[in-house]
């Protein structure tokens, strides 16, 4: 092989390998920073929800608030309140509060990262052909649940926002699915929203 071949050899590798710039070890970092300390966000959701006999999909806005750790779900005919403890379900001038559960929060992104971080069973991929562009991050629940023992999470490469996350029971059956159609942190969240 001639001297400039290898030369165009040497040149074509390390322009493949500088271009990986989504290594495991470079989105694991931009993940941390993005996720670690959970901002405030709003994001437009379709969840499904599986049971043995039935599938039913939900259209919300989810609106976290960081400061007060608390959730309002918005869904076309009525929303939520959400704490660890309460659920506030507000439709029309009637308001009822309600004890909450584990279950409850398996849909939402801080949930999945609290186990991520906190567990000791997870994983990154950084994912190639049909899924490229996007990382899939695994984890098991610290906190399973009879629905949730582990939890899926694909996040946009490019965007750092979530495109899909997903709870699995026990047997590995897909119980949650959720949809992010947008994904928007914010600094502060208006108070009013959750004073309802």
Known sequence: MSRLGVIAI???LMTNLCSCGNSAENMHERIHSKFYTMPSYTAQCQMTVNSNKTSNKYDFTCTY???GNRYRIDYPDLSVILTETDARIIRGDSVINIPSDDGHMLMFVNTFFESYYAGENASI?????ADSGFT???TELISPTK??????????NKTMAPRTM????EEGKETIAVAFEGFETAKLVEEEKFTQ
């Open 10 to 12: 040497a040149l074509a």
């Open 65 to 67: 608030d960081n400061a």
């Open 125 to 129: 991929e950084v994912s190639s052909g």
């Open 136 to 138: 899939v991050l695994e």
């Open 147 to 156: 629905f949730g023992h582990s939890m899926k999470l694909w996040i946009n």
């Open 166 to 169: 997903k709870v699995y029971d």
